[in-house]
């Protein structure tokens, strides 16, 4: 069994940035990624970054790129999501995911392992 526990979410002004952090304990398996998805009220949960743990590649929702930072700690089992320039529309619940094996996907029904979420709101 793995468990994600996400942090760092919290209320910010469009333009400033915030850091999401998450980490994983339980079962480590050899070949994973890492990814953040989020859910706005009333909208369907999106992908937004992902990160191949063994490797380092990481994966951008076209929405966030340029934006957005993901990273890992591999001593510390942890991603984190850098998040600058944030807009009010990336107002949502940020979610943490974790993904078993060495394929990328960004569909959120691919996903293992979740997180219980933190909350981003920018105000205009």
């Known amino acids: 069994q793995v468990q994600l526990v996400e942090s760092g979410g919290g209320l910010v002004q469009a333009g400033d940035s915030l850091r999401l952090s998450c980490a994983a304990s339980g079962h480590i398996f050899s070949r994973y990624f890492m990814g953040w998805f989020r859910q706005a009220p009333g909208k369907e949960r999106e992908f937004v970054a992902a990160?191949?743990?063994?490797?380092?590649?990481?994966y951008y929702a076209d929405s966030v790129k340029g934006r957005f930072t993901i990273s890992r700690d591999n001593a510390k089992n942890t991603v984190f999501l850098q998040m600058n320039n944030l807009k009010p529309e990336d107002t949502a619940i940020y979610y943490c995911?974790?993904?078993?094996?060495?394929?990328?996907?960004?569909?959120?029904?691919?996903?293992?392992?979740w997180g219980q979420g933190t909350q981003v709101t920018v105000s205009s």
């Open positions: 990160i191949n743990w063994r490797s380092g590649s990481p």
């Open positions: 995911a974790l993904r078993r094996g060495s394929v990328h996907s960004t569909r959120n029904y691919d996903y293992d392992y």
